[in-house]
């Protein structure tokens, strides 16, 4: 089993996605976020401007304090649902698709993958209210070697203020 640490570079971590079985299972239960420059490859791939493609498919969705973009998910009164680009045939933008949707998949690798996205794109260690939400994460999940609070917040006294909401902003 591979290691996949927060330091894994992104272009190892899509290798190690890339392992996928095609099961669809991510595509029919939610959507991947866009990072870098999705936006912009997925608009030339629809031919469309970014704010068409923004309005049209995308929503935001937010953790640990900060907000991405994502594929609309069509729910049909469930918490989870089909994401906008999926149909029978598969993702109707699949050379294109988020950096999220390459990045993760049901393998051997998927929590650390999912992880990995997580901590390289939601958590903010500059922002204290994305440490305090990711430190409530912690509680309940592992963390990814080279996730630990103590490792995001060098300054153990910083760390200490932000947890105990000395230090808000």
């Not at 969705?61 to 994502?70: C, G, P």
């Not at 901590?119 to 305090?132: C, G, K, Q, T, Y």
């Not at 509680?139 to 630990?148: C, D, I, S």
Request: hydrophobic letters at 35%; charged letters at 30%.
């Amino acid at each position: 089993k591979k290691m996949i640490r927060k330091e894994t570079l992104l272009s190892e971590v899509l290798e190690i996605g890339s392992e996928c079985q095609r099961r669809n299972n991510c595509c029919k239960h939610g959507s991947g976020c866009l990072i870098n420059d999705d936006l912009t490859k997925i608009s030339l791939f629809l031919g469309l401007s970014e704010k068409e493609v923004n309005e049209k498919y995308l929503e935001g969705v937010e953790k640990f304090n900060t907000r991405l973009l994502r594929p609309k998910i069509v729910r049909e009164g469930k918490p989870y649902g089909v994401c906008i680009f999926f149909d029978e045939m598969g993702c109707k933008i699949h050379s294109v698709k988020p950096t999220e949707c390459k990045v993760g998949n049901c393998g051997e690798h998927g929590e650390e993958l999912s992880k990995w996205f997580m901590l390289n794109n939601f958590v903010n260690a500059h922002d204290p209210e994305s440490i305090r939400q990711y430190a409530i994460y912690l509680k309940t999940h592992e963390a990814l070697p080279g996730g630990e609070l103590r490792e995001l917040v060098l300054d153990e006294g910083r760390l200490r203020k932000i947890l105990d909401f000395t230090i808000l902003k």
